[in-house]
């Protein structure tokens, strides 16, 4: 017989001619001559180029281990003491009972969801990244998750998580901001088949992302059409004249127009309006005509207005001084005052006659 000691906190199994005999505990043990001892430490998994199966069957074996058989698709978390340590794939996993305190968590990978049982924080860790696949939503979007390419929810702002496998996993986002969309360039008939070119703008926001993304290919350009068709609409219904009064209600009415065909895009329309009205160059010069023309008729009836004014007044100064001599006086003074003014010297020729010519000039009686 041969002495054998096992060390604390470890295992030893014996084998002979290769095949396994039993299992050996903490302290001295006595085993036959042509055996040997394999000692294991019981803090680490138990490993072993032999079948599994051959110790399995040996109860006391099985009561000093925990086995954990992990299947194919699925995956186990290790934890010792209650802190995540690594991840098991398919096969069979031996550990030591008493020394450390295990703990697993089994996953099936053939779900979609993570179990809730999973700390989000162990979701970075580098031996779950195989396993694990993520998308982001910003804060100012909305998406829509698509599983086998069928419709499952709608997403809110946050960072999803998922097991990878066979399943496929698609999310298309959209962004719940104001959006504006330009109209430009669009050529359109009034009323009284003046061609014009108008450059328009509208802003919008999804408000029933389902609507919009599911129940709809591609609901800009559908937004596009309807917007551009209702302004062709607005602007078929008036002349030009009233076009260029009254644009400012195009947002009134693009609203009750729409209103309906955007709700099943789900869209909704917060404001819009005509940018930019382009006259072709003919009608550029027939409307700077008709502008020069307006202007001169209103200077003209101001002129008219002025002449009527003054007329009025010099009719009405003519009668007071009719009525009064002494203000007609007044008056022939005050021009003599004002020719006065704008001469430099005066000549006076005719000997004793100065004195005429004087009270002639300034009106005195003789």
């Known amino acids: 017989m041969k002495r054998i000691k096992i060390a604390a906190w470890k295992k030893g199994i014996v084998i002979k001619n ?3 005999i039993r299992l050996l505990n903490e302290g001295v043990s006595w ?3 042509f055996s040997e001892v394999v000692e294991f430490d019981m803090a680490k998994p138990f490993k072993v180029s032999m079948s599994l199966n051959i110790f399995l069957n040996d109860p006391e074996f099985v009561n000093a281990v925990t086995v954990v058989d992990v299947k194919d698709q699925e995956i186990a978390l290790q934890y010792e003491s209650g802190l995540f340590a690594a991840v098991l794939g398919p096969g069979k996993h031996v550990f030591w009972k008493g020394l450390i305190d295990y703990r697993f968590d089994i996953v099936d990978l053939n779900a979609l969801e993570i179990p809730e049982s999973i700390d989000k924080a162990l979701f970075s860790r580098k031996e779950l990244a195989p396993y694990i696949r993520n998308f982001n939503v910003e804060p100012y979007e909305k998406a829509i998750l698509y599983v086998d390419g069928k419709f499952t929810r709608v997403l809110e702002a946050g960072t999803y998580y998922f097991l990878k496998n066979a399943t496929s996993v698609v999310i298309s986002r959209a962004d719940m901001r104001n959006i504006q969309v330009e109209i430009a360039g669009q050529e359109i008939l009034t009323k009284d088949k003046a061609a014009l070119r108008v450059s328009f703008y509208a802003q919008y926001n999804i408000t029933d992302i389902v609507k919009a993304l599911v129940n709809n ?4 350009k559908q937004l596009y059409v309807v917007m551009q068709l209702a302004l062709r609409e607005f602007i078929g219904a008036w002349t030009l004249d009233e076009l260029l009064e009254k644009k400012e209600v195009i947002a009134e009415y693009m609203a009750e127009h729409t209103a309906e065909k ?3 895009l789900g869209v909704k329309l917060n404001a819009c309006g005509i940018r930019d009205v382009i006259l072709p160059g003919e009608m550029k010069e027939i409307m700077n005509q008709v502008l020069v ?4 008729a209103q200077a003209n009836t101001i002129m008219r207005r002025e002449e009527t004014a003054a007329t009025r007044s010099l009719l009405n100064t003519a009668k007071l001084m ?3 001599p002494m203000l007609f006086k007044l008056k022939e003074m005050e021009y003599v005052e004002k020719i006065a003014e704008r001469i430099n010297s005066i000549s006076v020729s005719g000997g004793s006659q100065i004195g005429e010519q004087l009270k002639q ?3 005195a009686k003789p």
Do not use: R, S, V
């Open 322 to 324: 009719e009525d009064n």
């Open 217 to 220: 290919k591609e609901y800009d």
């Open 18 to 20: 290769n095949q396994y």
């Open 262 to 264: 955007l709700e099943a």
């Open 31 to 33: 085993i036959y001559p």
């Open 293 to 296: 023309a307006e202007k001169k």
């Open 361 to 363: 000039l300034f009106g």
